[in-house]
């Protein structure tokens, strides 16, 4: 168990202020007064949360989560059922940001009337704002929008088509490939998409794009001109295990300062070091044996147990930790 977080409905807030929530709209508006749209991956409660205090715009539940969560080699295994949980925990900790899930491989790639029933769960089953789905699918893209499901492309290196490309390589490096990218883009708007990631794509393919859409481009290896930009969060704080991609900027070392928090506790816990008396809890002071006084919990129960334990199987009561100060 841990305490470090509060139930999200008890969390500080200024009086007074409101923080407006982030919508697809909102998203539009942004590109329309030029104000840059940060975006980030999150797939738990906690990361998802500093997320969302730190200001991100879009938080999407990537399917990376196969890969930097579960340690899958690609992105193609994950289920829809664990995009759910994924999401829902996320949902938990998200007030302002806009929460996108990506559709797994496998999902959205029947009959549009089971891609938008799959889709529907994101929205009912797990609070998800929007999905996203990659490639240029425009018939579902509309069918999802009829539904009333805001929808995020996803063009260029779209990970889900790895055995097709045969391994992750930039996209729309001729001119004719870039026009055909920008007609999928322009395709996608049309049919209601309310942002575009993309990915993998030459900076002049993404600038290019950015300025025909009226919807706002999020990219990720797609240079500095698109409206937005996303990353993976391990990738953001080094805790990927993979080689660092030439688009990829780490603002931390969380690898380093989490191995290095795990092997000192672990040292201290070797040498007895953790936890002292200060980290214990100790009996109400009528039952608690003197400093220094050897002897077992079960010793110390005996005559005055007080309230605190079962003296009879000198277990700890749950209960009396609920205040956890003491
Ligand atoms: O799954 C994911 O993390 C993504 C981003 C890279 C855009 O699709």
Redesign the pocket.
């Known amino acids: 168990m841990s305490l470090t977080h509060p139930p999200a409905g008890a969390r500080p807030s200024q009086p007074g202020v409101t923080i407006p929530k982030v919508t697809m709209p909102a998203l539009g508006e942004m590109k329309r007064q030029g104000k840059p749209i940060s975006?980030l991956?999150a797939y738990d409660y906690s990361t998802a949360r500093l997320a969302d205090e730190a200001g991100i715009d879009l938080i999407?539940v990537?399917?990376?989560?196969a890969m930097v969560v579960l340690g899958q080699e690609n992105?193609l295994a994950v289920t829809v059922d664990e995009m759910l949980h994924h999401t829902r925990a996320v949902r938990r900790a998200v007030h302002r940001a806009l929460v996108v899930a990506?559709m797994p491989f496998g999902s959205y790639h029947g009959a549009i009337s089971d891609s938008v029933a799959n889709a529907v769960r994101f929205v009912k089953e797990a609070g998800a704002e929007a999905v996203?789905v990659?490639g240029p699918r425009v018939e579902l893209v509309r069918a999802l929008t009829e539904a009333e499901i805001p929808v995020v492309g996803?063009l260029g290196l779209t990970?889900q088509s790895v055995n097709r490309m045969g391994g992750y390589r930039v996209q729309a490096r001729t001119a004719d490939a870039a026009q055909e990218l920008k007609a999928d883009a322009l395709a996608l708007a049309r049919a209601g998409a309310g942002a575009i990631?993309l990915?993998g794509v030459p900076r002049e393919a993404a600038a290019q794009i950015t300025a025909a859409l009226s919807i706002p481009t999020?990219g990720?290896g797609a240079g500095p001109d698109c409206d937005g930009q996303?990353?993976?969060f391990h990738d953001l704080v080094n805790l990927s295990f993979a080689p660092q991609a030439k688009f990829v900027r780490r603002y931390a070392d969380a690898s380093a300062l989490f191995r290095s928090a795990i092997e000192r506790y672990r040292e201290d816990v070797e040498h007895r070091a953790f936890p002292s008396d200060a980290e214990s809890y100790h009996l109400a002071s009528s039952g608690r044996p003197a400093t220094g006084t050897a002897g077992t919990f079960a010793d110390s129960m005996s005559g005055d147990a007080g309230p605190d334990f079962d003296s009879e199987n000198a277990v700890v009561n749950r209960d009396a930790f609920e205040d956890w100060d003491r």
């Open positions: 975006a991956t999407l990537g399917d990376s989560l992105t990506d996203k990659e996803h990970p990631v990915e999020i990720i996303i990353l993976v």
